[in-house]
């Protein structure tokens, strides 16, 4: 039961059967506030899903917007999403009305369809808004919707500060890290890696690469392709395999049939193995002997920490934010985004140097370990306190449009 004193906080998501790691980190966040202080709600849109089964099985205060259609981000467009004159007529009063009904005080946005959704109605009903960056700093709504909306930008790393805000967000921006549910108990490493080898059909002394993410352009798993390609061709004498977990977030991408082509036209048919979405990740991130993390633009990527934590070398691009976790030669090894066979150098280190494994594995342990869930939410937490203290117009419980206008 809500009490008068909390701060009530909205996380919208629009419905479906992907939780990438924008719902993974905000649910999170929403399942641990101090319940003394802080109310969460979720508002489901769209018709039920995965994720909302996910959101019932946390045990979180939940409401369901089937109608009016809001705008979805741009890889989850499709027929029953609105318009923008449509949004504008028939969401935007709807979600006004939400907002006053449930005396809502935050609403806080983890995506890119909610973000352009929930902006609008959120000042219109008097309520702090909060977009939470996870995207590219060039990324149009951070740049020109955020700045006039939200009253905090929250983000995962430096690296996705708004880059060309049309107003000044300088006051406004915050990096808040992901929190991450860093398990003191480790997979087996050595039988992670034997039911790998086994299913995957190669030697004990296979050298096992490893791909973990979406199949997206941006995640570029044709270029980790490429990367085993220049692996196999450096070191000919060893059986390597590139071992891809993930799948194409929504249809229509065709990312899969690329890297599928791709890996005939290279003839790395049996050394290339697409291994679809699969949980729980870590014992397959414990089984590799290293992940290659080949995105761009990457604000923050939760399975590079997650490698880290476990004990996987990681080798990544010097793009995005993956600066912020990595110190090259010293808990991982970063490397040019563009040529394919610059990660040859770093992974030979990696399976060829025992102890520099071992150093660089354990100063990347020590530096996942400061990411955790109640640094994250007390950081998050302030962020709430602050802007609740704010005056702000009187919610008006009606619904009649009138009281809470800017």
Request: a positive charge; glycine letters at 8%; hydrophobic letters at 40%.
């Amino acid at each position: 039961m809500r009490k008068e004193s909390q701060i009530r906080v909205l996380f919208p998501y629009a419905d479906g059967d992907t939780i990438g790691g924008s719902h993974t980190s905000s649910l999170t966040l929403a399942t641990q506030l101090d319940r003394r202080d802080f109310s969460p709600m979720v508002m489901l849109h769209g018709q039920p899903g995965a994720l909302g089964r996910h959101v019932e099985e946390l045990g979180l205060q939940t409401r369901r917007l089937e109608q009016p259609p809001v705008m979805a981000g741009r890889l989850k467009r499709g027929q029953r999403d609105a318009s923008f004159p449509g949004y504008m007529l028939r969401a935007v009063p709807a979600l006004v009305r939400v907002l006053r009904r449930e005396r809502i005080d935050i609403v806080h946005t983890n995506d890119g369809g909610m973000h352009a959704s929930w902006a609008l109605p959120a000042k219109m009903a008097g309520a702090r808004f909060i977009w939470h960056h996870r995207q590219a700093p060039d990324a149009r709504g951070v740049n020109m919707i955020a700045p006039l909306f939200a009253d905090r930008i929250l983000s995962v790393s430096e690296f996705s500060r708004p880059s060309r805000p049309i107003r000044s967000v300088a006051n406004r921006f915050e990096v808040v890290r992901s929190p991450f549910s860093l398990s003191p108990d480790l997979p087996d490493r050595k039988a992670a890696r034997h039911a790998l080898l086994s299913e995957i059909g190669a030697p004990s002394d296979a050298v096992l690469i490893g791909y973990f993410g979406a199949l997206t352009p941006r995640k570029r798993p044709d270029h980790f392709v490429r990367v085993i390609h220049e692996l196999r061709t450096a070191m000919p004498d060893r059986a390597v395999h590139g071992v891809v977990f993930g799948a194409e977030p929504v249809g229509g991408l065709e990312v899969e049939a690329q890297c599928r082509a791709l890996i005939a036209e290279l003839g790395l048919i049996g050394h290339v193995h697409l291994m679809g979405h699969r949980t729980p990740v870590d014992p397959l991130l414990a089984a590799v002997d290293v992940q290659a993390v080949t995105a761009l633009d990457e604000p923050f990527g939760r399975t590079l920490i997650e490698a880290m934590h476990l004990g996987t070398p990681v080798v990544a691009t010097r793009h995005g934010g993956n600066p912020e976790a990595i110190i090259d030669g010293q808990s991982g090894y970063l490397v040019d985004h563009i040529d394919p066979a610059a990660f040859v150098p770093a992974i030979r280190k990696v399976l060829d140097e025992p102890e520099k494994r071992r150093q660089i594995t354990e100063a990347a342990a020590r530096f996942a370990r400061n990411l955790t869930i109640e640094a994250h939410v007390a950081k998050v937490s302030a962020v709430y306190r602050e802007l609740a203290a704010r005056p702000t117009p009187k919610h008006n419980t009606s619904g009649d449009g009138k009281e809470g206008m800017p």
